[in-house]
């Protein structure tokens, strides 16, 4: 772990070192440490741009070949969500850019350097109403996809997309691609038609995790830090709701109840706590088993889970739950020192920005010692990548480069950097945070069954209404329509073809 700090920070020393703040507008030179060879393009022939100093691939770095693409155009279509598009895509930077912005600028620039391309986004409201034709059209029109999960998933079970075992130089193996969503996303007979992993910055942005406020937890003596609570794999469940009660009763609220003047021990919302607790039991919507796609969510743990949690939201007196899919309610509450805790995305500490708060980030508390890992279920909205069915075996050749560049470059440069930079928004530097954001990247979950069927509202439905049915007889209602939305096809999928 040190030496993952000590990475983050010299990466953010290295970036305002080798970026220019005079002339940002122009195209800066490639960084120095690259993971693949110096190509064969000649800069002073071809216009490429600033040839870097010769380095050796990092050590397990990828293995990318020499090419040069002659400034052939790379069309990637993405969506216009500006938090989705920016940790793929930056035009160019200016006095004002984050460092997080000049990382991705950056990333691209190394890119359209070492392969000699030029990158042609096609920024959509609604890509997904490209894609069909798209799919079916005779060339390649978009050499990448990059779009919001459901949506994405959804085109993968129409057959409009190509398989990732046959991109050559993609090593899904490797640690900057997410083994947790290759494992989800592969049908039952080994084809893989969407992916994600350290190629976007916000796969780490869209896990759910647990803000606390340090000075409402610093006032009651004996409490142990969040922090020492993961660290021990004690950051259960109960203990969480012993903190929320405690801390509760040891705050100054009005007694009214309502959010704009009362306080509470803790504070959530539709996309939050309800949607990660299932996750939180270690168990997943679905699994494909004896042949078969089957519900994993009716047994004794998760039903308990959800009558606890049902018990702490609407019987404790320490809650406040939002029946909306919105954080922004709980924002105010939170900043003010009126929420202990609060649960959301990561992404959403971009909401603390300027004000004088000192919070922590932790995983969700797991739901008893049993569970394994700390998992952090990664909201629906994140981006997926996806490479159209009808490319070509060369172009495939070249998407593969690119997406595996553009991970490894992830990895190594950009998301150690997200994390100094959520961390930015918080009035005093936090390490432990910076473990803590590590620690729910590498147990991210990535749950077929949640991005893409009648499943994924079912646990969050059942807890938002105190007086509703059990969750077996909730799963009762719904397994039909499951079935037929995704199991029937997502095993069709492969009958189809995915390539020409």
């Known amino acids: 772990m040190k030496k993952m700090l000590l990475r983050a920070f010299l990466l953010l020393l290295a970036l305002l070192m080798v970026i220019p703040f005079a002339g940002c507008q122009e195209t800066p030179k490639p960084q120095e440490t690259n993971p693949v060879t110096t190509p064969s393009t000649d800069p002073d022939t071809d216009g490429a741009g600033s040839e870097p100093t010769d380095t050796e691939p990092e050590e397990n770095g990828p293995n990318l070949p020499e090419k040069n693409y002659n400034k052939e155009e790379f069309t990637i279509l993405m969506r216009a969500l500006e938090e989705y598009k920016e940790d793929i895509y930056v035009a160019s930077i200016d006095m004002n850019a984050t460092s997080l912005d000049r990382a991705v600028y950056q990333r691209l620039q190394d890119l359209t350097y070492y392969y000699n391309l030029i990158i042609d986004p096609v920024i959509k409201e609604r890509p997904k109403d490209e894609i069909p034709s798209a799919a079916k059209a005779g060339v390649d029109v978009y050499d990448m996809v990059v779009e919001h999960s459901g949506f994405s998933l959804a085109c993968a079970a129409s057959g409009y997309y190509y398989d990732w075992n046959d991109l050559p130089y993609v090593d899904l193996d490797a640690d900057w691609w997410s083994a947790d969503a290759r494992n989800a996303f592969t049908t039952p007979l080994g084809k893989l038609y969407t992916m994600i992993g350290d190629i976007s910055y916000m796969s780490v942005g869209a896990s759910t995790c647990m803000f606390f406020n340090k000075e409402i937890l610093s006032d009651v003596q004996g409490l142990a830090s969040p922090y020492d609570l993961v660290r021990d794999k004690t950051w259960t469940f109960e203990t969480f709701e012993e903190y929320v009660t405690t801390l509760d009763a040891n705050m100054d609220g009005d007694g009214t109840g309502a959010l704009e003047t009362d306080s509470f021990g803790y504070g959530t919302g539709w996309w939050a706590g309800p949607s990660q607790l299932l996750h939180s039991t270690g168990y997943r919507t679905i699994e494909w ?6 519900f994993t969510l009716d047994n004794d743990t998760t039903s308990e889970a959800v009558f606890d949690m049902r018990d702490l939201l609407w019987n404790s007196g320490a809650c406040y739950a939002v029946n909306t899919q919105e954080f922004d309610a709980l924002i105010k509450p939170f900043t003010e020192g009126r929420l202990a805790f609060t649960d959301g995305r990561v992404a959403h500490a971009r909401e603390f920005a300027g004000e004088d708060l000192s919070y922590g ?18 909201n ?22 690119v997406l595996e560049f553009m991970a490894y470059e992830g990895y190594r440069t950009v998301v150690p950097l997200y994390y100094e930079t959520i961390l930015s928004y918080q009035y005093l530097k936090d390490e432990d945070s910076i473990e803590m954001l590590q620690l729910i990247h590498n147990h991210r979950i990535f749950d077929l069954g949640y991005f893409y069927s009648p499943v994924s509202s079912l646990v969050h439905e059942a807890i938002m209404d105190p007086t509703g049915p059990s969750l077996s007889t909730a799963l009762d209602k719904i397994e039909e329509a499951a079935r037929e939305e995704l199991f029937a096809t997502w095993n069709l999928l492969d009958e189809q073809p995915t390539a020409q």
């Open 289 to 294: 088993k004896n042949e078969d796609w089957k």
């Open 361 to 378: 980030i932790v995983p969700w508390p797991k739901y008893n010692k049993k569970v394994r890992e700390y998992y952090s279920t990664v």
């Open 380 to 401: 629906g909205g994140t981006n997926l990548f996806s490479v159209l069915r009808n490319t070509t075996p060369e172009n495939a050749e070249r998407i593969s480069i």
